[in-house]
């Protein structure tokens, strides 16, 4: 099946400080990107909705400032958590579709995670 | 998409068959029965997915009630690295390129 990779799978840093997460498809090409979060427990949050060439449609409670989305390219998505405190660590996840499927029986494909500590 | 609702748990001997029950009495005509799985610390993965006839494949079996109302994910042999959280989610066929919506899904568990 197709392929999407995120780096970095771990990172901790400072509070205060921001942090770049990267997604690609690695085979495969996505108008479309989507970035959840989960919290230990429980279950994937969606956050935003990542469209190449526009803006990012956020969920209903997830501050666009803080959490910056660019997808640049139809194989790149990145979020950016600016200003990181200790409530933003996290388990962030992306995912895509291929452009080439469509319909409601289509696989959605799954990055391998980052794990975010802010200390 | 329309709710599912699954048990928060369930527990198996290792190489024993597993039943992983979903109910989703509202759901449409046009709504595709997914289940994807995620094991510890990673992004979940795609199991199965059918619409009205039971399905097969390398990974597990769908079988799915007549009037679908409700659909069971079988595991044939469990292994311990079947240990994960298994979602049940309903996609409309016409839903575009809409993301998925997870519920709380159930937790499997597999003693050795």
């Known amino acids: 099946g197709a392929v999407v990779s995120q780096h970095p799978s771990r990172v901790i840093c400072k509070s205060g400080t921001s942090v770049k997460i990267e997604c690609r498809s690695l085979d495969f090409q996505a108008t479309t990107m989507f970035w959840y979060r989960q919290f230990p427990k429980q279950s994937l949050m969606l956050m935003a909705t990542s469209n190449e060439g526009s803006k990012a449609t956020y969920e209903q409670g997830v501050e666009k400032d803080k959490f910056l989305i660019n997808h640049a390219s139809l194989t790149l998505s990145t979020l950016t958590v600016t200003s990181a405190h200790p409530e933003d660590s996290s388990f962030y996840i992306c995912s895509a579709r291929d452009d080439s499927t469509s319909g409601g029986n289509n696989e959605q494909f799954f990055g391998p995670g980052t794990r975010l500590t802010v200390l | 998409d329309a709710k599912t609702t699954q048990p928060n748990s369930m527990e198996s001997n290792e190489e024993e068959p597993v039943h992983l029950p979903c109910n989703h009495s509202?759901?449409?005509?046009?709504?595709?029965i997914h289940w994807y799985r995620q094991l510890p610390s990673q992004g979940p993965e795609y199991v199965i997915h059918?619409?009205?006839s039971n399905v097969n494949n390398r990974m597990a079996s769908l079988a799915i009630a007549e009037d679908r109302k409700s659909s069971t994910l079988i595991l044939h042999r469990a292994t311990l690295r079947d240990a994960a959280v298994y979602y049940c989610?309903?996609?409309?066929?016409?839903?575009?390129?809409?993301?998925?919506?997870f519920g709380k899904g159930t937790r499997l568990s597999v003693i050795a």
């Open positions: 989610i309903l996609r409309d066929n016409w839903a575009g390129n809409t993301p998925l919506v």
């Open positions: 059918g619409l009205t």
């Open positions: 509202t759901i449409s005509g046009t709504d595709y």
